[in-house]
């Protein structure tokens, strides 16, 4: 194979070969997968090696990506049997000389390793995913301490790659299901001392389809790019549905932020 430098990178260590599930929902065609040999040198990741692919070897391969640094999430793909980021996966960290590239599970496909995440972001919107106030606007800021922000810090760095719901049993034989990454959004704003909004969030995450059809697996906790523990999310959820501490003490809140008992046990 002749083969063709890459800027940015040294000289090439070896040659692996990708093996990517191409489907085009278009055409009257079942999936299939198409395999294409590359020259790998350091640093270079799996959304370097399809980029390669596109450029030089098939343009019409299909791909979603942006910012490169694990940052936006829209990379996120199955490789090699997981849920990664391709942009955060190093081609040599992986040992392999074989690389299979399969667009996340549980999504519609748009084209090739474009995953359909409309689903994802619908269900998202249903937690209502901002602070809910009973004014129309605010006289003051709503302040927070520290120690409050810490109950739910680890759910605000959620970057909606989907993964979590890409590896989710459930999600696989339910599509009604709410899904792991917006229960964890709908956990993170009922547990901040600001928001008030629980009861109007009340009937989707308290429902068959909510937090009561989670079978805790904890796949979703193992594949987060970032480290958020949806599964836990989903467990303090069901432990704040069946005790209603939120009920007694989150319609106290005010614009001082004032103490309150912790109910999430995260800090």
Not at 106 to 125: A, T
């Amino acid at each position: 194979m002749q083969e063709i430098a890459l800027k940015g990178f040294g000289e090439t260590v070896k040659t692996v070969t990708f093996r990517i599930r191409r489907y085009d929902p278009e055409k009257q065609e079942l999936p299939k997968y198409m395999e294409y040999k590359i020259p790998v040198q350091m640093g270079m990741t799996v959304l370097d090696g399809i980029l390669y692919i596109k450029e030089h070897l098939d343009h019409s391969l299909s791909t979603r990506y942006s910012c490169r640094m694990g940052i936006c999430g829209s990379c996120g793909m199955i490789i090699n049997g997981k849920e990664k980021l391709a942009c955060q996966t190093q081609i040599l960290e992986l040992g392999k000389d074989l690389i299979k590239v399969d667009p996340m599970g549980n999504y519609g496909i748009v084209k090739d390793l474009v995953p359909d995440l409309s689903n994802l972001f619908r269900n998202h919107e249903k937690v209502k995913p901002y602070i809910i106030r009973e004014e129309e606007e605010p006289k003051s800021e709503y302040l927070q301490t520290p120690a409050q922000r810490e109950e739910y810090a680890m759910f605000t760095d959620c970057i909606l790659c989907g993964m979590c719901l890409s590896a989710c049993p459930t999600s696989a034989t339910d599509e009604l299901y709410l899904g792991p990454q917006a229960l964890a959004q709908g956990f993170r704003y009922i547990s901040d001392n600001r928001d008030l909004g629980f009861n109007e969030r009340l009937n989707v995450l308290d429902s068959k389809q909510g937090v009561w059809r989670c079978h805790f697996s904890g796949a979703c906790s193992e594949v987060c790019p970032k480290g958020v523990d949806p599964a836990l999310a989903i467990q303090l959820l069901r432990q704040v549905m069946t005790t209603n501490v939120f009920v007694k003490f989150k319609q106290k809140g005010t614009a001082n932020a004032p103490e309150r008992k912790s109910v999430s046990g995260v800090s």
